[in-house]
């Protein structure tokens, strides 16, 4: 039995096979057709991000065990599909897949509809840390489970001791004949769901959260107990960017706030000359800010561009280390055919060829010289002429948009005056 785990509100639960799971996604949709008439979509099948999470799943297989019989007999009776006749019948017949499906079931109808009710539907109306002596009695409920899974099927109320409401798919779960394999696999589950709620909700379970003082409830009190609504505002936006790719950041977020806050709800509740003052207020501030966030775009590309340079720049420097060890071992022994100049070529290798001899010919000589300037954080371009040559060439340096006046003279080693030839940095006018 291949069992893994992924995350819901309450943690990692039961992952079956790989073509369980395709199995399972299948069933689910012929399920809906089959038995509530629902519509298929063509990209989904349960709502993004609002009150789907894997909870859906956990239902679903619950109910898809419920209707096993029927669903059955419409597969191998009525159903045209040959996929479904042969690969679903036969699977839905393993009781390894049933006894999963079942597992799912009543985690879906003990745990995870129960924390759904409770926190993101917050039908207790709570606060966030008011939540949390909710999340002790679930913690404690999960680990008396773990160590005996069997009382799940008996059991007269839910995660969070609450009494639980009596339904035909619940006492199908409860009064599985694979009782026995149902608890073993409740068994690898179980642990894993107390483990996650250890890991992500330890402030409320042990930490500071745990006994909130009534100063931290009055603070906390506007805090919801759940992310729905930003969860609603990534499906939102999503859903724009589907419709207008090309659409910019600041309109889908002012589009989203808008439909959010009910913006034109509140503006036609106002007259027509209060509008026309807040639309006008609401134009040249809009403005304002489209003029500061394409300076703060602005911003981030140049940090972004200065942060490739630096990766490129940490790149080159490898190569240069490894051009710096030829060039030297070449210029020591005057080898003007060495490997590591063959790559420079015309006018570019007689300046280069004068430098490794220490012709004086070269004295004077103008060139243009990149370098990477770690305050300004990108590479830039000097103006530069030879001013004396030997171990150390020295070299009066200024400003490609400047002039030779303000020129500073500096004594650079040959031998990066080589490497930098061979790399393409230094060029000779």
Not at 265 to 270: A, F, G, I, V, Y
Not at 295 to 312: A, S, T, V
Request: some cysteine; proline content about 3%; overall charge neutral.
């Amino acid at each position: 039995m291949d069992i893994g785990f992924f995350h819901t509100p309450v943690g990692p639960v039961c992952h079956i096979t790989q073509e369980h799971g395709v199995l399972l996604a299948r069933a689910q949709l012929a399920t809906l057709d089959l038995l509530v008439g629902a519509p298929r979509h063509h990209d989904m099948d349960v709502p993004r991000y609002v009150g789907n999470r894997l909870h859906v799943m956990f239902h679903m297989g619950g109910v898809l065990v419920h209707y096993l019989r029927q669903f059955l007999a419409f597969l191998e009776g009525s159903c045209k599909s040959e996929f479904s006749r042969t690969f679903l019948s036969s699977h839905l017949r393993k009781e390894s897949l049933v006894s999963q499906l079942t597992a799912l079931g009543l985690i879906g109808k003990l745990i995870t509809g129960p924390w759904m009710k409770l926190v993101y539907k917050n039908a207790g109306d709570h606060s966030n840390v008011e939540m949390s002596s909710y999340f002790k009695t679930a913690k404690l409920t999960i680990d008396v489970w773990s160590a005996n899974p069997s009382q799940m099927f008996v059991s007269e109320k839910d995660v969070f001791l609450q009494p639980l409401i009596p339904d035909l798919v619940l006492e199908t779960l409860q009064s599985s004949a694979l009782y026995s394999i149902v608890e073993d696999v409740l068994k690898e589950i179980l642990p894993a769901i107390s483990a996650v709620i250890d890991k992500q909700l330890s402030r409320y379970i042990s930490g500071d959260l745990s006994e909130p003082s009534r100063e931290l409830l009055e603070k906390t009190v506007s805090a919801a107990p759940h992310n729905i609504w930003a969860e609603r505002v990534v499906g939102m936006t999503c859903q724009l960017w589907k419709r207008c790719p090309m659409a910019t950041i600041g309109f889908l977020d002012a589009k989203i706030k808008a439909k959010t806050n009910k913006l034109m709800e509140w503006l036609d509740s106002k007259d027509e000359v209060e509008q026309e003052k807040l639309v006008a207020f609401g134009r040249k501030r809009a403005g304002l800010l489209r003029k500061k966030r394409r300076e703060n775009e602005k911003g981030i590309d140049d940090e972004i561009e200065i942060r490739m340079n630096e990766l490129m720049q940490m790149r080159s420097m490898k190569s240069r280390r490894k051009a710096d060890k030829e060039v030297t071992a070449a210029f020591k022994t005057r080898d003007v055919d060495a490997v590591v100049f063959q790559s420079v070529s015309g006018f570019q290798r007689e300046r280069l060829v004068q430098l490794i001899k220490q012709d004086g010919t070269i004295v004077g000589a103008l060139f243009q010289h990149k370098w990477y300037d770690e305050e300004m954080r990108k590479d830039c371009i000097w103006q530069a002429r030879v001013v004396k040559i030997g171990k150390k060439t020295t070299t009066a340096y200024w400003c490609a948009d400047g002039n030779e006046d303000d020129a500073e003279d500096y004594d650079v080693e040959t031998v990066e005056l080589l490497t930098d030839m061979v790399l393409g940095d230094l060029v000779f006018e």
